[in-house]
């Protein structure tokens, strides 16, 4: 049996043995230390003393040599595992019995908080993945990679290994409060809903629980976020004067003029498809768990016209395309991306802007509007900041000023609703153009189709906005916001 001076330089070096299941390496300097390195290049410090066996040679007992496992290397460097072995050595028999107590005692302390984590119930993470497989998953509801986000982002680093029925409804106020100063209360209230559903679908699955969660502890008045803003009819010949200003005609322009004329979802018009339109006839597509649509609608001719004059390419079955197919993002499986449709909002919205305002700025001077032409100014310098803003709470803020000053491609919706009725169209038949789900009893009996006087809708909601863009001389029309 070879001793050696063990070194961490040369236990580094030390190499694998080819021949033999394990080679082992004995210390110079602690007698019984011994570095066992195994065939995979695993090495691990032993301590190696003798103890008596039961078995007996000529009438006398026998001593035979018993190996303990120290550590790893290089977890455990070469002066480390010499203490540890000087210790271990020193009384094999009373360290083995210190190390059998210590491990019963951490068993018993595991055992003992298994026990106590059984008896108040799952961690809140525990739950909630669980709501997610079998709630939202199961119900195919589109917000399923929303509520994940927020749960990972908001909730589990405070909650994750917290048992989930410790949680006291000041705790949900405090995680609130949290939530509201970073983020604002917009997103404390989503997060709240999520919180909420879960504690309620966890209540539906136990006698015994009743959610912390009570009435009023939202953050904002869901009031205030409902807008009330509307397209005035200087504002709607200017938009549609600059939809022809546009270097883009063919899309965005094109696009802004459908959104108005036919009152619809902006990623509804934006992912409109030739196979979607027949003789006239927009057949929308519904998809899983989405809101309500209009169903199919018999389009006004310039509509039509507008549509028709299109590009139609071949790679693309969009009305109003996206990017080329050599500018896709790739997919994430390998397979060939859909082609895309129109979404480049963001930027072509801050270009129209402009030339909607330039517009606008016409037709105050014309009349020597100095209200209106405050106004423009005004926009015109929030867009302009906006722009060229470089921090995200600025940003922030002068996106929030210039929401409460423009419009937004939204707003198109509820001014084609305003103009609908200008033009009599019943509210009922309006609210079936808009696609919006018919509450109540008439919702539930009245199945007609509405096919025919949705198209009149439109047509009227066609002719009162030709009348707007080129009125005549001798009528004026006003339509306040």
């Known amino acids: 049996m070879e001793?050696?001076?063990?070194?961490?330089?040369?236990?580094?070096?030390?190499?694998?043995?080819?021949?033999?299941?394990f080679q082992n390496h004995f210390d110079k300097h602690v007698p019984?230390?011994?570095?066992?390195?195994?065939?995979?290049?695993?090495?691990?410090?032993?301590?190696q003393y003798y103890?008596?066996?039961?078995?007996?040679?000529?009438?006398?007992?026998?001593?035979?040599?018993?190996?303990?496992?120290?550590?790893?290397?290089?977890?455990?460097?070469?002066?480390?595992?010499?203490?540890?072995?000087?210790?271990?050595?020193?009384?094999?028999?009373?360290?083995?019995?210190?190390?059998?107590a210590l491990a019963e005692e951490k068993m018993r302390v595991e055992e003992k908080a298994l026990a106590e984590a059984k008896a108040r119930g799952p961690s809140f993470k525990e739950v909630a993945e669980n709501f997610v497989k079998r709630h939202v998953e199961t119900k195919g509801l589109r917000t399923k990679a929303d509520i994940e986000r927020l749960l990972a982002k908001c909730v589990y680093p405070k909650w994750g290994d917290k048992p989930f029925r410790d949680i006291k409804r000041s705790e949900v106020a405090d995680l609130l409060d949290q939530i509201q100063d970073k983020h604002g209360a917009r997103q404390a209230d989503v997060v709240l809903a999520i919180i909420r559903k879960t504690m309620n679908w966890y209540t539906t699955r136990n006698d015994d629980y009743t959610s912390p969660v009570a009435?009023?502890?939202?953050?904002?008045?869901?009031?205030?976020?409902?807008?009330?803003?509307?397209?005035?009819?200087?504002?709607i010949k200017a938009l549609w004067t600059a939809c022809d200003s546009m270097t883009d005609k063919t899309v965005f322009g094109a696009m802004v003029r459908v959104l108005l004329l036919t009152a619809q979802r902006r990623e509804k018009v934006a992912t409109m498809q030739w196979a979607n339109l027949a003789n006239g006839v927009w057949t929308?597509?519904?998809?899983?768990?989405?809101?309500?649509?209009?169903?199919?609608?018999?389009?006004?001719?310039?509509?039509?016209?507008?549509?028709?004059?299109?590009?139609?390419?071949?790679?693309?079955?969009?009305?109003?395309?996206?990017?080329?197919?050599?500018?896709?993002?790739?997919?994430?499986?390998?397979?060939?991306?859909?082609?895309?449709?129109?979404?480049?909002?963001?930027?072509?919205?801050?270009?129209?802007?402009?030339?909607?305002?330039?517009?606008?700025?016409?037709?105050?001077?014309a009349r020597n509007d100095s209200a209106k032409l405050i106004f423009v100014a005004k926009v015109r310098t929030l867009l302009e900041a906006n722009a060229a803003a470089k921090g995200r709470e600025a940003k922030k803020e002068l996106t929030r000023q210039l929401k409460q000053e423009w419009w937004t491609l939204h707003d198109l919706r509820r001014t084609a609703k305003s103009l609908m009725a200008k033009a009599g169209v019943l509210p009922h038949v309006s609210e079936r153009v808009l696609g919006h789900s018919i509450k109540g009893v008439e919702g539930v009996y009245d199945r007609h189709s509405y096919d025919a006087e949705k198209a009149d809708a439109l047509q009227r909601l066609a002719d009162l906005v030709?009348?707007?863009?080129?009125?005549?001389?001798?009528?004026?029309?006003a339509l306040r916001r």
């Open 51 to 100: 103890t008596r066996s039961t078995r007996k040679e000529d009438g006398k007992p026998i001593t035979i040599v018993t190996s303990k496992s120290l550590g790893l290397y290089p977890i455990l460097k070469v002066k480390e595992a010499r203490d540890k072995a000087r210790l271990f050595l020193a009384d094999p028999k009373k360290a083995l019995s210190e190390a059998k």
């Open 284 to 365: 929308i597509p519904t998809e899983a768990r989405e809101k309500s649509n209009a169903g199919s609608l018999t389009l006004p001719q310039v509509v039509q016209d507008i549509i028709a004059a299109q590009p139609r390419l071949e790679d693309n079955p969009h009305v109003f395309p996206g990017r080329t197919p050599g500018r896709r993002r790739k997919s994430t499986d390998k397979t060939p991306p859909a082609p895309p449709a129109f979404n480049s909002f963001s930027k072509a919205k801050e270009a129209f802007d402009l030339l909607m305002l330039n517009e606008l700025q016409k037709i105050a001077e």
């Open 32 to 47: 019984g230390l011994v570095l066992r390195v195994s065939a995979k290049g695993r090495k691990t410090w032993v301590a």
């Open 466 to 477: 030709d009348r707007i863009v080129n009125p005549p001389e001798d009528n004026v029309i």
């Open 215 to 235: 009435r009023g502890m939202h953050r904002s008045n869901s009031t205030d976020h409902k807008r009330k803003r509307i397209l005035n009819y200087d504002e």
């Open 3 to 21: 001793q050696k001076k063990l070194t961490d330089e040369g236990v580094a070096k030390l190499k694998a043995p080819t021949d033999q299941q």
